[in-house]
């Protein structure tokens, strides 16, 4: 669990990096589903890892310097009537006692109190364009400071933004956030290996999708990382696919690429398996070269090697293994060059993972890739997706595969923190046919 003091931490060490400027950080605003119905709330990343606070209508400022306290929070006043209809609220007491707030405003009054906050400071970091309903009130308080030169007051002459500074600092997982995503990533393997074992023939995507979402919900995770893709059949070729409504065929592979979001942090899983529980001979050629591509990619993955470390490792093996089933033709070597196993393989190898599925942080640093380094956490999952053109064998058309897992850079090597979601097909089929 991610303590008050965990929080405080992270504020200072990025508010070490503000020198006389001044972070204003909202959190994310409510949105609406349709008529008088919203979404249900899910707090703003970059705010949520300063703050842990999860209620919306609210803002954070860090102050470095002030005397009367650095850490300022604009959230909703307690009120008795709203939380009969809609629950408890923190309240301002709360911002200071419970999330170690020096001070705590109404979120009501942010108008009046904030452009004095503004004053006498070089600069504002802020996620200018994440909001911009926002950046207009920012922009607003920015320009009433400045109306006051004439009393001596100084406006910050920059907007800097805060990502280049915070990003940074939340690409590398502390151990309360990596105990919050091993247990993520635990309950999106049970989820796993329930739609494996419960599958069969003639089953709608959409069911296979709730046995997923009832793990999820079941192992306490409040949400879905991301919409759940279940894609059945060439279903699997639509990278995004998540319609989620076909029925699932005998002879077809399931494409299954879901994870749990758990106290905000994600997993991120994808495992492909036969609907009817046994590999045919030529989904196994193609999802054997996905799995070594897989596996040469996370032994690529240790401090020191760089972020395309992994991608270049299965893109070899993928090349190769597309030259040897006579996909591909040519070199590997010249197919590499010329990316021809582009025509199957279409999207990079990992991406970052955290508070955001596809997690903030740089993957070049110039002109050179990232060298990775302990507590970076990563996916690795190439995949293939044969397209039904003229010139592909009908046997390969429309079969897509992807295995994905997510890993943590360790000072000695990695850690596969998804590694128990079965994904050789020997172990697939054995989990498949006991229907455990």
Same mark, same amino acid.
């Given at each position: 669990?991610?303590?008050?003091?965990?929080?405080?931490?992270?504020?200072? *060490?990025?508010?070490?990096?503000?020198?006389?400027?001044?972070?204003?950080?909202?959190?994310?605003?409510?949105?609406?589903?349709?008529?008088?119905?919203?979404?249900?709330?899910?707090?703003?990343?970059?705010?949520?890892?300063?703050?842990?606070?999860?209620?919306?209508?609210?803002?954070?400022?860090?102050?470095?310097?002030?005397?009367?306290?650095?850490?300022?929070?604009?959230?909703?006043?307690?009120?008795?009537?709203?939380?009969?209809?809609?629950?408890?609220?923190?309240?301002?007491?709360?911002?200071?006692?419970?999330?170690?707030?020096?001070?705590?405003?109404?979120?009501?009054?942010? &108008?009046?109190?904030?452009?004095?906050?503004? &004053?006498?400071?070089?600069?504002?970091?802020?996620?200018?364009?994440?909001?911009?309903?926002?950046?207009?009130?920012?922009?607003?308080?920015?320009?009433?400071?400045?109306?006051?030169?004439?009393?001596?007051?100084?406006?910050?002459?920059?907007?800097?933004?805060?990502?280049?500074?915070?990003?940074?600092?939340?690409?590398?997982?502390?151990?309360?956030?990596?105990?919050?995503?091993?247990?993520?990533?635990?309950?999106?393997?049970?989820?796993?290996?329930?739609?494996?074992?419960?599958?069969?023939?003639?089953?709608?995507?959409?069911?296979? &999708?709730?046995?997923?979402?009832?793990?999820?919900?079941?192992?306490?995770?409040?949400?879905?990382?991301?919409?759940?893709?279940?894609?059945?059949?060439?279903?699997?070729?639509?990278?995004?696919?998540?319609?989620?409504?076909?029925?699932?065929?005998?002879?077809?592979?399931?494409?299954?690429?879901?994870?749990?979001?758990?106290?905000?942090?994600?997993?991120?899983?994808?495992?492909?398996?036969?609907?009817?529980?046994?590999?045919?001979?030529?989904?196994?050629?193609?999802?054997?070269?996905?799995?070594?591509?897989?596996?040469?990619?996370?032994?690529?993955?240790?401090?020191?090697?760089?972020?395309?470390?992994?991608?270049?490792?299965?893109?070899?093996?993928?090349?190769?293994?597309?030259?040897?089933?006579?996909?591909?033709?040519?070199?590997?070597?010249?197919?590499?060059?010329?990316?021809?196993?582009?025509?199957?393989?279409? *999207?990079?190898?990992?991406?970052?993972?955290?508070?955001?599925?596809?997690?903030?942080?740089?993957?070049?640093?110039?002109?050179?890739?990232?060298?990775?380094?302990?507590?970076?956490?990563?996916?690795?999952?190439?995949?293939?997706?044969?397209?039904?053109?003229?010139?592909?064998?009908?046997?390969?058309?429309?079969?897509?595969?992807?295995?994905?897992?997510?890993?943590?850079?360790?000072?000695?090597?990695?850690?596969?923190?998804?590694?128990?979601?079965?994904?050789?097909? &020997?172990?697939?089929?054995?989990?498949?046919?006991?229907?455990?």
């Amino acid at each position: 669990m991610t303590t008050a003091r965990d929080y405080a931490q992270r504020r200072q *060490h990025l508010m070490s990096h503000l020198g006389d400027g001044i972070a204003v950080i909202p959190s994310a605003p409510q949105a609406r589903r349709n008529g008088d119905v919203e979404y249900r709330y899910r707090p703003d990343s970059d705010f949520f890892y300063l703050t842990g606070f999860t209620e919306p209508e609210a803002v954070a400022v860090l102050a470095p310097g002030r005397a009367s306290g650095e850490f300022l929070i604009f959230c909703r006043e307690r009120d008795p009537v709203q939380e009969m209809w809609n629950g408890g609220r923190v309240g301002l007491e709360g911002a200071v006692n419970m999330f170690g707030a020096d001070d705590a405003f109404p979120f009501e009054d942010i &108008e009046d109190i904030l452009p004095s906050l503004l &004053e006498n400071r070089s600069r504002v970091y802020c996620n200018l364009g994440r909001y911009p309903d926002f950046d207009k009130q920012l922009l607003h308080w920015l320009s009433d400071v400045r109306t006051r030169r004439r009393s001596g007051v100084t406006a910050p002459g920059e907007l800097v933004d805060l990502g280049c500074i915070l990003h940074e600092l939340r690409l590398i997982k502390r151990a309360p956030e990596l105990r919050v995503m091993k247990k993520a990533a635990a309950i999106s393997v049970k989820a796993h290996r329930r739609a494996m074992a419960r599958c069969a023939p003639g089953m709608r995507e959409y069911e296979i &999708e709730a046995e997923l979402e009832y793990v999820f919900r079941q192992g306490g995770a409040q949400y879905p990382a991301y919409p759940s893709i279940v894609a059945g059949g060439a279903n699997a070729c639509v990278l995004h696919y998540i319609d989620n409504r076909d029925r699932l065929r005998k002879g077809d592979l399931l494409l299954i690429d879901a994870g749990a979001e758990l106290d905000c942090y994600c997993a991120d899983i994808t495992r492909t398996f036969p609907i009817n529980g046994r590999f045919s001979a030529t989904q196994k050629a193609l999802y054997d070269i996905v799995l070594a591509a897989q596996l040469a990619a996370i032994d690529a993955v240790k401090p020191g090697a760089t972020f395309n470390g992994p991608h270049e490792a299965a893109v070899r093996v993928i090349s190769t293994g597309l030259k040897d089933l006579k996909l591909l033709k040519g070199s590997v070597d010249g197919l590499i060059e010329k990316g021809a196993y582009r025509k199957f393989f279409v *999207h990079r190898t990992s991406h970052w993972l955290g508070l955001d599925v596809h997690d903030v942080g740089e993957y070049r640093l110039g002109d050179a890739w990232r060298v990775l380094e302990a507590g970076m956490v990563l996916t690795v999952e190439p995949g293939i997706y044969v397209p039904a053109e003229k010139n592909v064998p009908k046997k390969w058309q429309g079969i897509g595969i992807r295995i994905e897992d997510d890993v943590l850079v360790t000072r000695a090597g990695h850690e596969v923190l998804t590694d128990d979601a079965p994904k050789h097909p &020997e172990a697939i089929e054995d989990l498949m046919a006991s229907g455990d």
